[in-house]
């Protein structure tokens, strides 16, 4: 079974603030992701990265930056917190492209 | 949301009863994924699908890439099938591959 976790699951940051969002995944998956999910948006790729090293911009990267320093580990890094950046977080994984991708159980961020 | 349409975007049902939502999609699309998103926030795999269908206890999907659509039939719901139904659609070349995401379909089973 697939398994991705991510961390925090929860945090509150404050505009202007660096907050960095963690994601290792065990399924050895060369390709990771990051979605965010608002009310009434569903979800949207910020990054992605399909080898260790390298990131790639997806459909809404401005105000983020991503990192890829292993095949488990993909972090999202916001240098600048915004009050636009409060949202839900979900990492995933997926054992290249055309392949089911897996998800994390999501971080919840509150920029205040 | 307009690339992969959802629809409806929310639906009551009593338990036991059968329903179907639907995707439709406007973009080229190889695979289609289908998501439960359960009341605590987590993205359930449902269904990775190649055009055609599969079936998964009470659950079956269909992908129909030449009429670019797909479709889940819920059968006898139950309680525990409440959430929201996210269809994705799977595009792109190469390694720029990537899924869109639907708005959700918000399920509801009344006892």
């Known amino acids: 079974e697939a398994a991705v976790t991510q961390s925090p699951r929860s945090k509150v940051a404050v505009t202007g603030g660096k907050v960095t969002l963690s994601c290792h995944q065990t399924?050895?998956?060369?390709?990771m992701y990051w979605y965010r999910q608002d009310t009434g948006h569903g979800l949207r790729l910020i990054h992605y990265s399909y080898v260790a090293d390298s990131t790639e911009k997806g459909d809404i990267p401005d105000g983020y930056k991503a990192s890829r320093p292993s095949q488990e580990n993909f972090s999202l890094i916001l240098e600048l917190a915004s009050l636009s950046q409060t949202a839900v977080y979900f990492c995933?994984?997926?054992?290249?492209?055309?392949?089911?991708?897996?998800f994390g159980p999501g971080t919840r961020l509150t920029v205040l | 949301g307009d690339q992969v349409k959802q629809s409806p975007s929310a639906l009551s049902l009593q338990e036991g009863t059968n329903s179907a939502l639907r995707c439709n999609f406007s973009?080229?699309?190889?695979?289609v994924q289908w998501f439960l998103q359960n009341p605590r926030g987590s993205l359930m795999n449902l269904f990775y699908l190649v055009p055609g269908t599969k079936e998964n206890g009470r659950l079956k999907s269909t992908f129909n890439s030449k009429e670019s659509y797909s479709t889940l039939h819920i059968r006898d719901a139950q309680l525990e099938d409440s959430g929201t139904y996210f269809c994705?659609?799977?595009?792109?070349?190469?390694?720029?591959?990537?899924?869109?995401f639907g708005l959700g379909t918000t399920l509801q089973v009344q006892p």
């Open positions: 995933a994984s997926s054992d290249g492209g055309y392949a089911e991708q897996f």
């Open positions: 994705a659609a799977e595009a792109g070349p190469g390694n720029t591959r990537k899924l869109i």
């Open positions: 399924n050895n998956h060369d390709y």
């Open positions: 973009i080229a699309t190889t695979t």
